[in-house]
Nanobody, 117 residues
Framework: QVQLVESGGGLVQPGGSLRLSCAAA?????????MGWYRQAPGKERELVAS???????NYADSVKGRFTISRDNAKDTVNLQMNSLKPEDTAVYYC??????????WGKGTLVTVSS
């Protein structure tokens, strides 16, 4: 079983910054391939925010390009999302997601990000 521990959500004013972190705690012998962040705003579907492969290839939603940066530490199985120039429309529950080369994938419980003045 893989546990994803997320941290870093909260309330921030428009234009502010937050950093989300996710640590994968696992006794699995399998290797994580891709790590990423999704978000779900009230009344909307869950959407990909950003992802990063083990080799460092990144993918971003168009709405966050140039404002968010994803990074990971392969040795520690952690992934971070640096969010700058936050907008009210970034308000959502953010979920960490990992998938293994074995094909299994896991979700975190989510952390709330609220952008409001």
């Amino acid at each position: 079983q893989v546990q994803l521990v997320e941290s870093g959500g909260g309330l921030v004013q428009p234009g502010g910054s937050l950093r989300l972190s996710c640590a994968a705690a696992s006794g699995s012998i399998f290797t994580i391939n891709r790590m990423g962040w999704y978000r779900q705003a009230p009344g909307k579907e869950r959407e990909l925010v950003a992802s990063i492969t083990r080799g460092g290839v990144t993918n971003y939603a168009d709405s966050v390009k140039g404002r968010f940066t994803i990074s990971r530490d392969n040795a520690k199985d952690t992934v971070n999302l640096q969010m700058n120039s936050l907008k009210p429309e970034d308000t959502a529950v953010y979920y960490c997601h990992v998938d293994f080369y074995s094909g299994m994938d896991y979700w975190g419980k989510g952390t709330l990000v609220t952008v409001s003045s």
